[in-house]
C-alpha cells in the first residue's frame, strides 16, 4: 500500500477551483422568472404565442427564451415587469388579450419571486396558483369586435 504525500490544507485550498469555495445561499433571488400564459377559458397552456415583455429599463423589449409552455425571462437588475404585445405564431396568427383588470401596469419582481404573481382571470372563472418566481396570466383571442374598436 502506497503512503499518500501530506499535503498541507492551505495549498489544497489554493489548489481546488474557485467554485468549489464559494456558496451561494439560497436567499438570493434567481436572475431569471418564469411566465406562464393560460387560456382563459380552459385553464390549459396556451402554445404557441409569443409574447412581448418590457422592464423598467426603457423602451426597449426584453429578450423571453420559451421553454416549451414556459417563458423565460432574465430579470437581473430589474424592479418591474409590463406585458406588451401578445401574438400567435404564423400559423395560427392572432392576437391575444391578457384577462387582467385595466389597473394593472406592471407587476413587481421582488414579489414575484418571493411568492409568485397570478393575477385574478377576469375572462373566466378559472384559476391557478404561482410557485414563486412564476407570473401566471390568462389569455384569450382577441374579439374581432375589439380590435375593430381599437381601429376607431
Known sequence: MTKLPHIPLL???LLLPPAALTQTTSDE???TITLRL???DSGQPAPNLQVTIYGNTGGR???VIIEGDLYEINVASLASLRLGEITSTPSMTGDFTPC???DITSFDIKE???KGIAPQ???SKKSHTAAPGELVIFVRKTRWWMRWKDLN
Open 100 to 102: 387582467i383588470s385595466h
Open 61 to 63: 423589449a426584453l429578450p
Open 38 to 40: 393560460l387560456d382563459a
Open 11 to 13: 495549498l489544497l485550498t
Open 29 to 31: 433571488p434567481a436572475n
Open 112 to 114: 414575484i419571486q418571493a
Open 121 to 123: 382571470n377576469k375572462c
